[in-house]
């Protein structure tokens, strides 16, 4: 099989954070999603918000500015723009359910070619489910975007027809961020936006467990000198 590097964790992120329109206010889920808010453009006003009860959250706090009473949902430190507020569970969850956040970023187990998204529970056999808010966040966004690898450390496709783990939410995902591609969850399917540097469709297919719908010239990712991913 065709031997393909792939975008880093960081670089996902980063190629997320670029997609996020002026204005949003945005849910960042545990895991690779909190790294997401480390690379927001500056000339954009994008309000951060976590399930914990932060509205206002900055980029990850490091040095002199940790503070262990200040951290995220996947309790690490960050920091807090000015005009941030701090609230209790109640009406951080109403701000997820009542349709306040158009964007939530959200890891994942798996999703289906229909947008249905699994990420609390595994099979595996010392697996300890952990829903946390994912449900309330899966149906309450306006748009959910996904960050996960592509493949299963065991080599086996997330992209699948049919998740095969119990669901957080049935078609909710709007677009997937991996390390081999940017698809949409389109009408038809699953659609290629982007591809990783390398990635050719043949290869992309082969990996991925549903069809894959491809425009005429999907994009490319590039990767600048220093790293940076943009599309081209």
Same mark, same amino acid.
């Given at each position: ?5 792939? $975008? ?21 889920? %545990? ?6 808010? @480390?690379?927001?453009?500056? @000339? ?31 309790? !690490?430190?960050?920091?807090?723009? !000015? ?26 187990? !798996? ?24 449900? @309330? ?38 677009? %997937? ?41 999907? $994009? ?5 000198? @220093? ?6």
């Amino acid at each position: 099989m065709q031997e393909i590097t792939g $975008l880093t964790r960081q670089q996902i992120a980063r190629l997320l954070a670029g997609d996020i329109p002026d204005g949003s206010i945005v849910n960042l889920g %545990i895991g690779m999603p909190t790294l997401v808010g @480390d690379y927001l453009p500056p @000339d954009k006003d994008i309000l951060l918000h976590s399930e914990n009860g932060i509205l206002g959250m900055g980029p990850a706090a490091s040095g002199e500015n940790v503070d262990a009473d200040l951290i995220n949902a996947s309790r !690490q430190p960050v920091t807090l723009r !000015q005009g941030a507020s701090i609230t209790e569970h109640t009406i951080s969850f109403a701000m997820m359910r009542g349709g306040h956040l158009d964007y939530a970023v959200l890891g994942a187990f !798996q999703v289906s070619e229909r947008g249905d998204l699994a990420n609390w529970k595994t099979d595996a056999a010392d697996a300890i489910p952990a829903v946390g808010g994912a449900m @309330d966040l899966a149906v309450g966004a306006r748009q959910v975007l996904v960050t996960m690898e592509h493949r299963g450390r065991d080599g086996a496709p997330k992209l699948l027809e049919r998740c095969t783990y119990p669901l957080t939410g049935k078609g909710v995902v709007t677009r %997937i961020y991996t390390d081999l591609a940017v698809i949409d969850v389109a009408p038809e399917g699953l659609r290629v936006h982007a591809m990783a540097p390398g990635v050719e469709e043949a290869f992309l297919r082969s990996v991925t467990g549903a069809p894959l719908h491809f425009a005429a010239a999907p $994009l490319r990712i590039v990767l600048e000198a @220093d790293g940076t991913p943009r599309y081209a």
